[in-house]
């Protein structure tokens, strides 16, 4: 029996959501006791208040989280996340997932995550500036290139970590871009790593769609979200001729059973700033959409979308989960007894992001730069070894796909921290 003796900080339906799925991994690999609480827990977290000067001139207090899950395989490394609904508990989730992330596709990165309780759209852009710079300054110590890498998350973008790889280089008195990946190019950002999330996703469904059987050019796809990964998905599926019948945002989503334009989209949310009222088909709901009839669909928001309540109805062949944690442990066996959807799981599907950010880490590094096709072609190498090793896994234990990536992800960990031993 495992014997952790931890508080309830990170008590959550998020947080118990990530544990038992490490558990059901650890159970399936028979992970010894003596390592499991050691791998899965998170080591470290720091929680700061954020105080930011307002344009009417009044003070706001913000507070923000970073969770340091995993720093045994190399620095941790992870996204910020700017959301009214972050929880450390939802933080702590998610740094789990990138640590399973990082090492199923093996990069040399432990696991973290950041989040900040704010909606960024109702923040000017001065304020937003004034945030991410104090919410740099106040991690100052906690990251670093050889601690913390961070990156974009939900709600974050590549000026604010344009602002905070600046504030972070103006505290120790030189360029530091390691600090912070998913930057601007203009200020050692690499190639590729603003379409990576996305266009990782869309290379994965098109291979698991091959070996379905089932032609790329006759596939219908739907997507919830319609952000970075979202978009970048629906952008790179379609020129692989895929149709996307279905996108959405927070305001609520548009159907096209002929394919949305996704260029008059893209123009429009450019002005619009939220897909409501687009002209390019029929308003539907987010929940609707998830019911859609089609080939592949494409949760790529937030957490617990897919539930008990809607697993037994959806109608894809395929679900390509580009979100962190969009299917809950309920609606992942409802899925797993139907046996008739197969499910890319978040720690392979959305991980061409953090993969791109490693090369751009390691450019920083180096002082050295790649070309576009020398990052992707570097990217999808990655992807095919690590879509190979999950299906080997699968085949030899019978897991599921997610249990197979998942005990890969996890068994490196603790591999790692059991050759490290203990620390006294
Ligand atoms: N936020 C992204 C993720 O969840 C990217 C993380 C990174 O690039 O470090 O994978």
């Known amino acids: ?213 089932l032609p790329i050019e006759q596939a219908t796809v739907a997507i919830q979200g319609f952000g970075n990964v979202g978009s970048e998905a629906a952008l790179a599926l379609s020129q692989y001729g895929a149709k996307i019948i279905a996108i959405s945002d927070y305001t609520g989503g548009i159907y096209n059973p002929k394919g949305i334009d996704l260029k008059k989209a893209l123009a429009y949310l450019s002005y619009a700033k939220v897909l409501k009222d687009f002209d390019g088909g029929e308003a539907i709901s987010n929940e609707a959409l998830l019911e859609l009839p089609c080939t592949v669909l494409v949760p790529a928001a937030l957490e617990r979308v897919i539930t008990e309540i809607n697993a037994p109805k959806l109608k894809c062949k395929l679900l390509a989960e580009a979100a962190n944690g969009p299917t809950t442990n309920a609606a992942d066996k409802i899925i797993e007894q139907r046996g008739d959807i197969e499910i890319i799981p978040d720690v392979l599907c959305n991980s061409g992001g953090v993969i791109v950010s490693y090369f751009e880490w390691l450019q920083n590094r180096q002082s050295y730069y790649w070309s576009r096709e020398e990052v992707l072609s570097k990217l999808t190498g990655i992807l095919d070894k690590a879509k190979a090793s999950v299906e080997y896994q699968k085949r030899k234990f019978k897991f599921s796909r997610r249990l197979a990536a998942l005990t890969l992800g996890i068994a490196r960990v603790a591999e790692a921290k059991e050759s490290r031993g203990l620390f006294p």
């Open 1 to 213: 029996m495992s014997k952790a003796v931890v508080s309830q900080l990170y008590d959550s339906e998020v947080f118990r959501m990530a544990c038992k799925q490490f558990d059901s991994a650890a159970d399936a690999i028979n992970l010894p006791d003596n390592i499991r609480d050691r791998t899965k827990y998170p080591r470290r977290c720091l929680a700061v208040s954020i105080p930011v000067k307002r344009d009417d001139g009044s003070i706001t207090i913000f507070e923000g989280y970073r969770v340091q899950h995993n720093l045994s395989t190399g620095p941790a490394k992870g996204g910020i996340r700017f959301h009214e609904h972050v929880t450390l508990g939802e933080v702590a989730a998610l740094s789990m997932w990138m640590s399973w992330k990082c090492s199923l596709v093996g990069l040399p990165y432990g696991g973290a995550k950041g989040g900040v309780i704010v909606n960024p759209r109702e923040l000017s852009l001065r304020e937003l500036e004034h945030l991410s710079r104090r919410y740099m300054q106040e991690m100052i110590h906690f990251l670093g290139p050889d601690i913390d890498v961070a990156a974009p998350d939900v709600g974050t973008n590549e000026q604010i970590m344009a602002w905070m790889m600046d504030t972070y280089s103006n505290h120790v008195g030189y360029l530091v871009p390691a600090v912070v990946t998913g930057k601007p190019l203009s200020v050692g950002g690499s190639e590729g790593r603003r379409e990576a999330t996305g266009a990782g996703v869309a290379y994965l469904i098109k291979h698991y769609l091959i070996d379905m059987k």
